[in-house]
């Protein structure tokens, strides 16, 4: 395991290199530039266009421009510089990188908590009322975009009486330190963008554990253990859930690069202070740098998520050996 684990990471490096290229390419491929701004202004004189484009960098052959990109990433960890927050992408990404991953992953925790019971009990309930009200539920999720989710969810809360229904703190907690009334009302804000993230991923890993539960409960191994007389929980539990449940850690390892662009027209809606707004904004903007590093961070995470999905499959079934 651990032989297989470091070869995959080694495969990495020149996967992420290529993908670095296409990254960049990408990038450039899109019409105008960051200096366009300046160009519409009547303000700024073409000698200062020219200033600012040789400050940035923007003067150099391509080549150049990623060469002097990759050899920062991989010499000094700089991601380069984003020119329209005057301010170190790597900077720019680490301050939001903890509410973004911590969002991610209670979603993704509270998700499957309430996704793989549900699975399972309109598996085992198929034709029966619960299971149907259930998985039309989850057809409608599934077809609703998660900012529509938030803007109905804000527009409930303001009908009601709400106020502070953006962001993740009140105003008067946004900057101070933690305290159990600050904790508070992090949990009070909380819960709009844990439905409204999640809605669609809970629907989606239900009827994906319900298919697989569906087949699996078929499976010969399983009238096998219901022959010999075991209990119908065991046989529940010990074989079929845990056979079932396979197919959605592979599906764990994908939602990964989520943390970046899964959400970013929800976090926009909800003002949350996560890394997807930056993407769009850097596209908007065409900070490159930014815009490239984001790319390839969510590569990365893909890759990962590969890998950690794999190593949890090993894990999970014994069936599956890499050696």
Request: hydrophobic share 50%; glycine share 8%; with cysteine.
């Amino acid at each position: 395991m651990l032989s297989y684990a470091l070869r995959r990471l080694l495969g990495m490096v020149p996967t992420l290199l290529l993908i670095s290229v296409v990254c960049f390419i990408v990038i450039q491929l899109q019409p105008g530039s960051f200096i366009d701004q300046y160009l519409d202004d009547p303000r700024v004189t073409p000698e200062t266009v020219a200033t600012i484009t040789r400050q940035l960098g923007l003067d150099q052959p391509l080549w150049v421009q990623y060469y002097s990109w990759i050899k920062g990433i991989v010499l000094h960890g700089d991601f380069g510089y984003s020119f329209a927050n005057g301010r170190p992408v790597a900077e720019l990404i680490w301050e939001r990188l903890g509410w973004t991953v911590f969002l991610a992953l209670l979603t993704l925790i509270v998700s499957w908590l309430i996704a793989i019971p549900l699975g399972i009990y309109t598996a085992l309930n198929r034709y029966g009322f619960g299971a149907t009200v259930t998985n039309f539920l989850g057809y409608i999720s599934l077809a609703t975009p998660d900012f529509l989710v938030a803007l109905l969810l804000i527009a409930l809360v303001l009908n009601m009486g709400g106020t502070n229904v953006g962001g993740l703190f009140s105003p008067q907690y946004i900057g101070e330190p933690w305290s159990m009334g600050k904790a508070l009302d992090l949990l009070g804000h909380l819960w709009i963008p844990m439905i409204a993230i999640g809605l669609e991923g809970v629907a989606g890993l239900m009827r994906q554990m319900r298919a697989s539960m569906l087949d699996v409960i078929h499976q010969d191994y399983v009238r096998t253990a219901r022959a010999k007389g075991l209990a119908g929980q065991t046989v529940l539990w010990r074989h079929a859930v845990r056979n079932a449940v396979n197919p959605l850690i592979s599906l764990a390892g994908l939602s990964l690069p989520t943390l970046i662009s899964g959400t970013i027209i929800a976090s926009i809606v909800l003002n949350l202070p996560t890394i997807g707004p930056y993407l769009y904004d850097s596209l908007l903007n065409k900070d490159q740098y930014v815009a490239m590093t984001l790319l390839l961070f969510s590569a990365l995470l893909l890759l990962i998520g590969n890998l950690l999905a794999d190593l949890a499959l090993a894990w999970a079934d014994p069936r599956i050996r890499f050696e």
